[in-house]
């Protein structure tokens, strides 16, 4: 995540958060990620496979006790440097309130236990 301009632009804290997820495209295309970064206004997903950036996607995040379904947008992507994995930001959409309170656990959690990520 060496990308200042990036950093420099959150305004959210990123906490490290490892869970399996699965981004599905508007077409029904199911591509398999894993969640390594967690904010409240998106995450940054690891898959095999790259999702052009601006698509929309449904994202399910599950870390094995709660998970949550939400709309999301790719802003960036990161190349897999010739190791075959893709790295991806994702902006989350608009969401239920009951969706979202997955995720405000988990920030909660990751919170009290961790200190933000620093800007790079």
């Not at 052009?52 to 379904?69: H, K």
């Amino acid at each position: 995540m060496g990308d200042t301009s990036l950093a420099v632009r959150r305004a959210n804290p990123r906490f490290a958060f490892f869970a399996e997820a699965e981004a599905t495209l508007l077409d029904g295309t199911s591509v398999p990620a894993q969640v390594s970064e967690l904010s409240s206004r998106g995450c940054y997903i690891d898959t095999l496979q790259p999702i052009p950036i601006g698509t929309e996607v449904s994202l399910r995040i599950s870390d094995g006790m709660q998970s949550c379904e939400l709309p999301g947008r790719v802003i960036y992507i990161h190349s897999g440097y010739g190791m075959g994995i893709f790295g991806m930001g994702v902006v989350f959409g608009n969401a239920a309130a009951e969706q979202l309170s997955a995720i405000n656990a988990w920030l909660r959690d990751l919170a009290l236990k961790k200190t933000p990520i620093q800007p790079c």
